[in-house]
């Protein structure tokens, strides 16, 4: 299909935002707030929501609390309970995106096929899917962290005769209730998986490579009365917000990832622990369960159930390898044959894509897929050497764990909307972070990084193929007094 080259219409800068997810949307909201409305969110899906569209898997929960993850500026008295389901937040961002009048601006089936930057023009060249073209000045990639699945290497998969599909492709057409149910994969999918269909199917089969040290955390719904209470009053949703507890464990939680040997990181890993000596009954199963690495270095669960849920009589954990899928079911390398009707794969994500398979050129021709040859990286995650006007809102480097990615975005938008003045102010074409400074950024990063506890000796999506933690490797306050200001010198004008 031919499509029309956008090329902007009005006066002031062009906008491309890439993605209509959380962080696109925030993109959008923020530029219409300033009256800019040159510009598009180009969408690849058919609606917006990012992986709250994609994640549709029974027992999805955001495990940060659903008052913390809201945007600052949208608060919402109407959460049903302290950490929020799926559809609700999803509804949450159609809510926000339809009362700030974002919907006009997003071309939904538009997936950005390449960014080129035409160093003459001073702008961002665009070719979509769909065979139509764009021109932007300023490119914002709001593509999200975990978008592309990853499936399993498991022999035999495409014989299984019952319903096998990846977590974040859920297939409504699979019968749950009273099914032979299997499970590969014991990250917050998987967990939350087990949740919640541990009291569904008739039996649960979790293979699990590495079980999981378990946080507990509160959970209850919110009364009719607190409702109101919040629509009345929203100082006490900012209380909820900023509550004192849940921040003191947000600052544990990042200090001690921060440095392995910290009181924080043992503190975190007393609580995991006691968690499973009190919660798990049967010694043998609480021995299945005991992870033999430091609490947090893979993403830490938070649950107030999985220990609970894992117990019923429904659920068996599998620690041994898995052979390989039958038609039957899932045949183990000891002969065991697991008979199963539904084969879920919680297998996670592919932590490196970001903006990519979209081919990026910046200036000279620079590819970012060389650029990101070893690793994805980006100048306090936000830009690039070499790539003009070009910002990533939760991008590489950037801070990821057990906190909001909202707050992380508001205050990347900040921060970049700084680095635009200049070129708003058409004082300057664009910005792009010196590569001197971003080397001397990632070297600073990469050996701070290895004495987080990401990189105390587990695999997880938060290392690069060189096995170095791709993470902001140091503390939440850091970030946040990072995002205050970019240091003028570390960019390059032009
Ligand atoms: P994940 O954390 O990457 O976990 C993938 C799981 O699959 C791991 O247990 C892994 O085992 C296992 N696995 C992968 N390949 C396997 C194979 N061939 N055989 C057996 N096991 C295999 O993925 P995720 O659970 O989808 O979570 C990804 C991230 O999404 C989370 O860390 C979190 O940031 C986010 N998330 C958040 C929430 C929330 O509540 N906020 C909910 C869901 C997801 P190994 O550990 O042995 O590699």
Same mark, same amino acid.
């Given at each position: 299909?031919?499509?029309?080259?956008?090329?902007?219409?009005? $006066?002031?800068?062009?906008?491309?935002?890439? /993605? =209509?997810?959380?962080?696109?949307?925030?993109?959008?909201?923020?530029?219409?707030?300033?009256?800019?409305?040159?510009?598009?969110?180009?969408?690849?899906?058919?609606?917006?929501?990012?992986?709250?569209?994609?994640?549709?898997?029974?027992?999805?929960?955001?495990?940060?609390?659903?008052?913390?993850?809201?945007?600052?500026?949208?608060?919402?008295?109407?959460?049903?309970?302290?950490?929020?389901?799926?559809?609700?937040?999803?509804?949450?961002?159609?809510?926000?995106?339809?009362?700030?009048?974002? %919907?006009?601006?997003?071309?939904?089936?538009?997936?950005?096929?390449?960014?080129?930057?035409?160093?003459?023009?001073?702008?961002?060249?665009?070719?979509? =899917?769909?065979?139509?073209?764009?021109? #932007?000045?300023?490119?914002?990639? $709001?593509?999200?962290?975990?978008?592309?699945?990853?499936?399993?290497?498991?022999?035999?998969?495409?014989?299984?005769?019952?319903?096998?599909?990846?977590?974040?492709?859920?297939?409504?057409?699979?019968?749950?209730? /009273?099914?032979? +149910?299997?499970?590969?994969?014991?990250?917050?999918?998987?967990?939350? %998986?087990?949740? #919640?269909?541990?009291?569904?199917?008739?039996?649960?089969?979790?293979?699990?490579?590495?079980?999981?040290?378990?946080?507990?955390?509160?959970?209850?719904? *919110?009364?009719?009365?607190?409702?109101?209470?919040?629509?009345?009053?929203?100082?006490?949703?900012?209380?909820?917000?900023?509550?004192?507890?849940?921040?003191?464990?947000?600052?544990?939680?990042?200090?001690?990832?921060?440095?392995?040997?910290?009181?924080?990181?043992?503190?975190?890993?007393?609580?995991?622990?006691?968690?499973?000596?009190?919660?798990?009954?049967?010694?043998?199963?609480?021995?299945?369960?005991?992870?033999? *690495?430091? =609490?947090?270095?893979?993403?830490?669960?938070?649950?107030?159930?999985?220990?609970?849920?894992?117990?019923?009589?429904?659920?068996?954990?599998?620690?041994?390898?898995?052979?390989?899928?039958?038609?039957? /079911?899932?045949?183990?390398?000891?002969?065991?044959?697991?008979?199963?009707?539904?084969?879920?794969?919680?297998?996670?994500?592919?932590?490196?894509?970001?903006?990519?398979?979209?081919?990026?050129?910046?200036? /000279?021709?620079?590819?970012?897929?060389?650029?990101?040859?070893?690793?994805?990286? @980006?100048?306090?995650?936000?830009?690039?050497?070499?790539?003009?006007?070009?910002?990533?809102?939760?991008?590489?480097?950037?801070?990821?764990?057990?906190?909001? %990615?909202?707050? +992380?975005?508001?205050?990347?938008?900040? *921060?970049?909307?700084?680095?635009?003045?200049?070129?708003?102010?058409?004082?300057?074409?664009?910005?792009?972070?010196?590569?001197?400074?971003?080397? @001397?950024?990632?070297?600073?990063?990469?050996?701070?990084?290895?004495?987080?506890?990401?990189?105390?000796?587990?695999?997880?999506? *938060?290392?690069?193929?060189?096995?170095?933690?791709?993470?902001?490797?140091?503390?939440?306050?850091?970030?946040?007094? @990072?995002?205050? #200001?970019?240091?003028?010198?570390?960019?390059?004008?032009?």
């Amino acid at each position: 299909m031919d499509a029309p080259v956008w090329k902007g219409s009005g $006066a002031g800068l062009r906008h491309a935002i890439i /993605g =209509a997810g959380m962080s696109g949307i925030l993109a959008a909201i923020k530029l219409l707030e300033r009256g800019d409305r040159n510009f598009t969110v180009f969408e690849k899906g058919s609606d917006l929501g990012g992986t709250w569209r994609d994640n549709r898997y029974p027992g999805l929960t955001c495990d940060t609390p659903s008052h913390a993850y809201s945007y600052s500026f949208a608060p919402n008295p109407e959460w049903s309970s302290y950490y929020a389901a799926g559809p609700e937040i999803h509804a949450y961002f159609r809510k926000v995106a339809t009362e700030r009048g974002v %919907l006009p601006f997003i071309r939904y089936g538009s997936e950005v096929n390449a960014c080129r930057f035409d160093e003459d023009a001073g702008t961002w060249r665009l070719s979509l =899917a769909d065979g139509g073209e764009a021109e #932007a000045d300023v490119v914002y990639a $709001a593509t999200g962290v975990l978008h592309h699945p990853k499936m399993p290497e498991l022999s035999g998969l495409d014989t299984f005769a019952g319903k096998a599909f990846h977590s974040a492709r859920w297939d409504d057409g699979a019968v749950l209730d /009273g099914a032979r +149910i299997g499970i590969v994969g014991c990250g917050s999918t998987g967990i939350q %998986l087990v949740n #919640a269909l541990s009291d569904r199917a008739a039996r649960l089969v979790h293979f699990q490579r590495s079980p999981q040290w378990i946080m507990p955390v509160p959970q209850f719904d *919110y009364t009719a009365e607190q409702k109101a209470a919040f629509a009345r009053d929203p100082t006490l949703i900012d209380a909820v917000r900023h509550d004192k507890d849940y921040w003191a464990a947000i600052y544990r939680f990042t200090d001690g990832v921060a440095d392995a040997e910290s009181p924080e990181a043992a503190e975190i890993e007393d609580i995991c622990r006691q968690n499973l000596e009190t919660s798990v009954r049967d010694p043998e199963l609480r021995e299945k369960l005991r992870p033999n *690495y430091r =609490a947090a270095c893979k993403r830490l669960i938070y649950s107030w159930e999985y220990y609970e849920c894992v117990q019923r009589p429904a659920v068996l954990v599998e620690t041994g390898g898995i052979a390989q899928v039958e038609p039957a /079911g899932v045949r183990m390398v000891d002969g065991t044959l697991h008979g199963l009707d539904v084969l879920v794969l919680a297998t996670g994500f592919q932590a490196d894509r970001f903006i990519r398979p979209a081919t990026v050129s910046g200036r /000279g021709g620079r590819l970012l897929d060389d650029f990101w040859a070893v690793r994805p990286t @980006a100048h306090y995650a936000v830009s690039l050497p070499g790539f003009p006007n070009l910002f990533m809102l939760n991008g590489p480097t950037g801070p990821v764990g057990n906190f909001p %990615l909202i707050d +992380i975005a508001e205050m990347q938008w900040d *921060y970049l909307e700084q680095l635009l003045e200049p070129v708003r102010a058409g004082r300057a074409k664009w910005v792009e972070p010196r590569q001197e400074a971003f080397e @001397a950024y990632e070297a600073r990063r990469i050996e701070a990084a290895k004495k987080t506890v990401f990189g105390s000796g587990c695999t997880s999506w *938060y290392l690069d193929a060189t096995g170095i933690p791709s993470t902001w490797p140091w503390s939440y306050q850091a970030f946040v007094d @990072a995002m205050k #200001a970019p240091v003028p010198d570390e960019y390059r004008y032009a």
